[in-house]
């Protein structure tokens, strides 16, 4: 089990940057650590993973480019640099755990991960 907290979540225009943090408390570095989102009345979407090397990462088409997840292991904390932000971002963010110690590849659907942050609220105004 590991409990996870985000943050760096807010207010922002369209155009601007933000840096979310998740902070983890629990094993970390053996296991590939994703981003996803929620707006209201959409299903939860994958964003961003990384495995747990760090030598790997894969994101969803719509932040390709703009998006950036990292993972700092000696810290136990995962980031996701978010540039040029768009109203259609805006959403609350998770960062999760997948459910496997050191998967082979990373897998984005939400089932395949068993611990969940509580949140950070992300939105972009035009």
């Known amino acids: 089990q590991v409990q996870l907290v985000e943050s760096g979540g807010g207010l922002v225009q369209a155009g601007a940057s933000l840096r979310l943090s998740c902070a983890a408390s629990?094993?970390?570095?053996?296991?590939?650590m994703g981003w996803f989102r929620q707006s209201p009345g959409k299903e939860r979407e994958f964003v961003a993973a990384?495995?747990?090397?760090?030598?790997?990462?894969y994101y969803a088409d719509s932040v390709k480019g703009r998006f950036t997840i990292s993972r700092d292991n000696a810290k136990n904390t995962l980031y996701l640099l978010m540039n040029s932000l768009k109203p259609e971002d805006t959403a609350v963010y998770y960062c999760a755990r997948d459910a496997a110690r050191r998967r082979f590849g990373i897998i984005t659907a939400t089932g395949g991960y068993d611990n969940w942050g509580q949140g950070t609220q992300v939105t972009v105004s035009s």
């Open positions: 629990g094993a970390f570095s053996s296991y590939t």
């Open positions: 990384i495995n747990w090397s760090g030598s790997s990462t």
